[in-house]
C-alpha cells in the first residue's frame, strides 16, 4: 500500500467520522478492555515478573489494533474513555512536598486521558459543526454550571485566602478533567444511546468487582500499583459462616481503595437491578451475581456511611420500580419480571443488614494527637462547638462515635472558613494545610465533599457544585416519569444511584473520592444529559 493511499485515508477519517457507532461493538470493546486490565495484565505480570507499565503498553497495543482489525476503531477510544475513568492509575507530574515525600495532592497524568483527550479532539472535529447541546432547560444548566465551576476554581485559586495557590490550581486542573468527560460522555450519549454507557460501566465496574474480592481472599493487594490497585490496610475481622473474613482499605480493585469502588457501587447496583428486570436468562445470572459480590465488598470496605447509602438507595429503587411498574404501557413486562426487581432489591439490603450486623469489635483506633492552641482565637469557635455536638451524639443509640470527633472539628471548622472567607475560600485542596490551625485534630482533608467546595471555592463555587449535580438528577427524574420508552426503567435506577452516590459523599473524605469517583459520576452525567431528548 503507497504512502499516498495511507495518508488520503487517515485525512478521510479524521475529516469524516464513521458512519455508525454500534451498541454491540462498544459492548464488545468494553468487555475486551476490561478482560485484558483486569484479568489478563495482572496474570501475565504475576507469573512472569515482567514490568507492569511494560505489559499495560503492549495491552493497549493488541487492543487499538483489535480495534482497527474488526472495524472498532471509534468503539474502542468511546469505550476506553468509559472503562478507564474508572481507574485510579496515574502518574504524577507535580506536587506539594511535605517532608521530603511527595504529598497527597498532586497534579497527575491518569490513565483515562490517554484515550480521552484524542477522543475529545476528534469529536470536535467531527461534530463541531453539527452537534447542538441538548434543548432541555435543566441539561443546559447542568454544563453551564459544571463550566463555570472550573472558571470559578481557578480564579479561587489564585485570590483564596489559603497557604497554597498551587494545591489550588491542581484543584482547577481535576474540575477541568470532570468538565471534559462530561462533554465527551454528552456526545457519546447522544450519538450511542444511555444503555450503551451505562452497560459499559457495568462490564468495567464488574471487573473491578471481581478484581477486589481476589484481594480479598488474598488477604492483601497484589502490588500492581501503577494499574490502581491501592496497598491498604485490614482493620477488622468478621465472619460468614466459618470463613474469616477481614475488612480492609485495599480491597477497591483498581479503582483505588475500597470506599471509592463503594461509591461506584452505589452508582451502578441500581442498573444491575435494572437487568435483573429487563435482561436476558444469562444477563439475569450475571447482574445477579455482580449485586452480590458488591454488597460482600460494602461490608469489607466496613463503612457505615456506603452501608447507609445503601440502605437509603433500597427504598428508592423499591420505589421505582413499583412506579414504572404501575405506570407502563407496552414494555413487554409482566409481573414475573418486577417480581424479581423487588425480590432482588429487599434480598440485597437484607444480606447487607446481615453482613454488617456480623462485624466483630474493631481494633482501637489510635487517640488523636492533641489539637494545637490556635493562634489569635482562629478555631476557637471550633473547638468549642464540636464538642457539644459530639457530647450530645454520644447519647444517641446505635451511633458508632468513634471517628467522630475529627469529622465533627472539620465540619464546624468549615464553616467558620465559609463565614470568614464567602467569596473564594481558601483555595481548592487547601484544607488539611489549615486544619489544626482550626482546633482539628489532624491534617488530614475534609470528610465531606460538598463542604470541601465550600472550603475550597467559597460560596459561588459550592453553589456551582449543587446546582450542576440537582440539575443532572432532575433530567434523569424527569426522563424516568416522561419518557415513553422502554428505557425509563433505566432512567429511575440511574437517578437512584446518584442519590446513593450523592449521600456517601457527605461522610467520605474529599481527598478519597475526588479522582476515580468523580470521573466515573461525570462521565455518567455527560451520557445522561447527552442521551436526554
Given at each position: 500500500?503507497?504512502?499516498?493511499?495511507?495518508?488520503?485515508?487517515?485525512?478521510s477519517?479524521?475529516?469524516?467520522?464513521?458512519?455508525?457507532?454500534?451498541?454491540?461493538?462498544?459492548?464488545?470493546?468494553?468487555?475486551?478492555?476490561?478482560?485484558?486490565?483486569?484479568?489478563?495484565?495482572?496474570?501475565?505480570?504475576?507469573?512472569?515478573?515482567?514490568?507492569?507499565?511494560?505489559?499495560?503498553?503492549?495491552?493497549?497495543?493488541?487492543?487499538?489494533?483489535?480495534?482497527?482489525?474488526?472495524?472498532?476503531?471509534?468503539?474502542?477510544?468511546?469505550?476506553?474513555?468509559?472503562?478507564?475513568?474508572?481507574?485510579?492509575?496515574?502518574?504524577?507530574?507535580?506536587?506539594?512536598?511535605?517532608?521530603?515525600?511527595?504529598?497527597?495532592?498532586?497534579?497527575?497524568?491518569?490513565?483515562?486521558?490517554?484515550?480521552?483527550?484524542?477522543?475529545?479532539?476528534?469529536?470536535?472535529?467531527?461534530?463541531?459543526?453539527?452537534?447542538?447541546?441538548?434543548?432541555?432547560?435543566?441539561?443546559?444548566?447542568?454544563?453551564?454550571?459544571?463550566?463555570?465551576?472550573?472558571?470559578?476554581?481557578?480564579?479561587?485559586?489564585?485570590?483564596?485566602?489559603?497557604?497554597?495557590?498551587?494545591?489550588?490550581?491542581?484543584?482547577?486542573?481535576?474540575?477541568?478533567?470532570?468538565?471534559?468527560?462530561?462533554?465527551?460522555?454528552?456526545?457519546?450519549?447522544?450519538?450511542?444511546?444511555?444503555?450503551?454507557?451505562?452497560?459499559?460501566?457495568?462490564?468495567?465496574?464488574?471487573?473491578?468487582?471481581?478484581?477486589?474480592?481476589?484481594?480479598v481472599?488474598?488477604?492483601?493487594?497484589?502490588?500492581?500499583?501503577?494499574?490502581?490497585?491501592?496497598?491498604?490496610?485490614?482493620?477488622?475481622?468478621?465472619?460468614?459462616?466459618?470463613?474469616?473474613?477481614?475488612?480492609?482499605?485495599?480491597?477497591?480493585?483498581?479503582?483505588?481503595?475500597?470506599?471509592?469502588?463503594?461509591?461506584?457501587?452505589?452508582?451502578?447496583?441500581?442498573?444491575?437491578?435494572?437487568?435483573?428486570?429487563?435482561?436476558?436468562?444469562w444477563?439475569?445470572?450475571?447482574?445477579?451475581?455482580?449485586?452480590?459480590?458488591?454488597?460482600?465488598?460494602?461490608?469489607?470496605?466496613?463503612?457505615?456511611?456506603?452501608?447507609?447509602?445503601f440502605?437509603?438507595?433500597?427504598?428508592?429503587?423499591?420505589?421505582?420500580?413499583?412506579?414504572?411498574?404501575?405506570?407502563?404501557?407496552?414494555?413487554?413486562?409482566?409481573?414475573?419480571?418486577?417480581?424479581?426487581?423487588?425480590?432482588?432489591?429487599?434480598?440485597?439490603?437484607l444480606?447487607?443488614?446481615?453482613?454488617?450486623?456480623?462485624?466483630?469489635a474493631?481494633?482501637?483506633?489510635?487517640?488523636?494527637?492533641?489539637?494545637p492552641?490556635?493562634?489569635?482565637?482562629?478555631?476557637?469557635?471550633?473547638?468549642?462547638d464540636?464538642?457539644?455536638?459530639?457530647?450530645?451524639?454520644d447519647?444517641?443509640?446505635?451511633?458508632?462515635?468513634?471517628?467522630?470527633?475529627?469529622?465533627?472539628?472539620?465540619?464546624?471548622?468549615?464553616?467558620?472558613?465559609?463565614?470568614?472567607n464567602?467569596?473564594?475560600?481558601?483555595?481548592?485542596?487547601?484544607?488539611?494545610?489549615?486544619?489544626?490551625?482550626?482546633?482539628?485534630?489532624?491534617?488530614?482533608?475534609?470528610?465531606?465533599?460538598?463542604?470541601?467546595?465550600?472550603?475550597?471555592?467559597?460560596?459561588?463555587?459550592?453553589?456551582?457544585?449543587?446546582?450542576?449535580?440537582?440539575?443532572?438528577?432532575?433530567?434523569?427524574?424527569?426522563?424516568?416519569?416522561?419518557?415513553?420508552?422502554?428505557?425509563?426503567?433505566?432512567?429511575?435506577?440511574?437517578?437512584?444511584?446518584?442519590?446513593?452516590?450523592?449521600?456517601?459523599?457527605?461522610?467520605?473524605?474529599?481527598?478519597?473520592?475526588?479522582?476515580?469517583?468523580y470521573?466515573?459520576?461525570?462521565?455518567?452525567?455527560?451520557?445522561?444529559?447527552?442521551?436526554?431528548?
Amino acid at each position: 500500500m503507497s504512502y499516498t493511499v495511507v495518508r488520503n485515508s487517515l485525512l478521510s477519517f479524521f475529516s469524516d467520522p464513521p458512519g455508525t457507532v454500534t451498541e454491540r461493538g462498544m459492548l464488545l470493546s468494553a468487555l475486551s478492555l476490561t478482560v485484558l486490565l483486569v484479568g489478563v495484565v495482572p496474570l501475565v505480570t504475576l507469573i512472569t515478573g515482567f514490568p507492569l507499565l511494560a505489559v499495560v503498553a503492549i495491552a493497549g497495543v493488541v487492543y487499538a489494533g483489535w480495534a482497527v482489525l474488526t472495524d472498532n476503531f471509534l468503539e474502542g477510544l468511546c469505550s476506553g474513555v468509559i472503562v478507564l475513568c474508572t481507574f485510579q492509575a496515574e502518574i504524577p507530574i507535580a506536587g506539594i512536598s511535605r517532608g521530603g515525600q511527595l504529598g497527597a495532592y498532586t497534579l497527575e497524568i491518569m490513565l483515562v486521558d490517554v484515550a480521552a483527550v484524542p477522543l475529545a479532539v476528534l469529536l470536535l472535529v467531527w461534530t463541531s459543526a453539527r452537534f447542538r447541546l441538548p434543548t432541555d432547560r435543566s441539561a443546559r444548566i447542568a454544563g453551564y454550571a459544571l463550566a463555570g465551576l472550573v472558571v470559578w476554581a481557578t480564579i479561587a485559586a489564585v485570590m483564596g485566602d489559603g497557604p497554597s495557590t498551587m494545591m489550588g490550581l491542581f484543584f482547577s486542573v481535576a474540575q477541568l478533567r470532570h468538565l471534559l468527560l462530561f462533554g465527551i460522555a454528552m456526545v457519546i450519549g447522544r450519538y450511542v444511546g444511555l444503555r450503551t454507557v451505562t452497560y459499559s460501566l457495568l462490564i468495567a465496574v464488574g471487573g473491578h468487582v471481581l478484581f477486589a474480592i481476589a484481594e480479598v481472599f488474598n488477604r492483601g493487594s497484589f502490588g500492581l500499583s501503577y494499574l490502581g490497585e491501592a496497598s491498604g490496610y485490614g482493620f477488622e475481622t468478621f465472619y460468614i459462616g466459618p470463613i474469616a473474613v477481614t475488612a480492609s482499605t485495599y480491597a477497591g480493585g483498581f479503582a483505588g481503595i475500597a470506599r471509592i469502588l463503594t461509591a461506584l457501587l452505589l452508582l451502578v447496583i441500581p442498573i444491575a437491578v435494572e437487568r435483573v428486570i429487563r435482561g436476558s436468562n444469562w444477563q439475569q445470572v450475571l447482574s445477579l451475581g455482580f449485586i452480590t459480590g458488591g454488597v460482600f465488598l460494602l461490608r469489607v470496605s466496613a463503612t457505615d456511611s456506603g452501608w447507609a447509602a445503601f440502605l437509603l438507595t433500597v427504598p428508592l429503587m423499591i420505589g421505582s420500580v413499583a412506579y414504572i411498574h404501575r405506570t407502563a404501557e407496552e414494555d413487554g413486562l409482566g409481573l414475573y419480571d418486577y417480581a424479581r426487581g423487588y425480590a432482588t432489591t429487599v434480598g440485597a439490603g437484607l444480606l447487607s443488614c446481615l453482613l454488617f450486623f456480623s462485624r466483630t469489635a474493631s481494633q482501637e483506633a489510635p487517640e488523636p494527637e492533641p489539637a494545637p492552641e490556635p493562634v489569635d482565637g482562629s478555631g476557637m469557635l471550633s473547638r468549642i462547638d464540636s464538642e457539644i455536638i459530639i457530647s450530645m451524639l454520644d447519647a444517641v443509640p446505635l451511633i458508632n462515635t468513634g471517628n467522630l470527633s475529627i469529622r465533627v472539628q472539620q465540619y464546624v471548622a468549615a464553616l467558620e472558613i465559609g463565614i470568614t472567607n464567602p467569596l473564594f475560600g481558601i483555595g481548592g485542596m487547601n484544607f488539611s494545610l489549615v486544619a489544626q490551625s482550626y482546633g482539628v485534630s489532624r491534617a488530614i482533608s475534609m470528610h465531606n465533599v460538598y463542604l470541601s467546595f465550600l472550603v475550597g471555592t467559597g460560596i459561588p463555587g459550592i453553589l456551582l457544585f449543587v446546582t450542576s449535580l440537582l440539575a443532572v438528577l432532575v433530567v434523569a427524574v424527569k426522563n424516568a416519569v416522561t419518557a415513553i420508552d422502554e428505557d425509563r426503567l433505566l432512567w429511575a435506577m440511574i437517578a437512584c444511584g446518584m442519590l446513593g452516590f450523592h449521600a456517601i459523599n457527605f461522610w467520605i473524605a474529599a481527598g478519597e473520592i475526588g479522582k476515580v469517583a468523580y470521573m466515573t459520576f461525570w462521565m455518567l452525567a455527560g451520557a445522561v444529559v447527552g442521551s436526554t431528548k
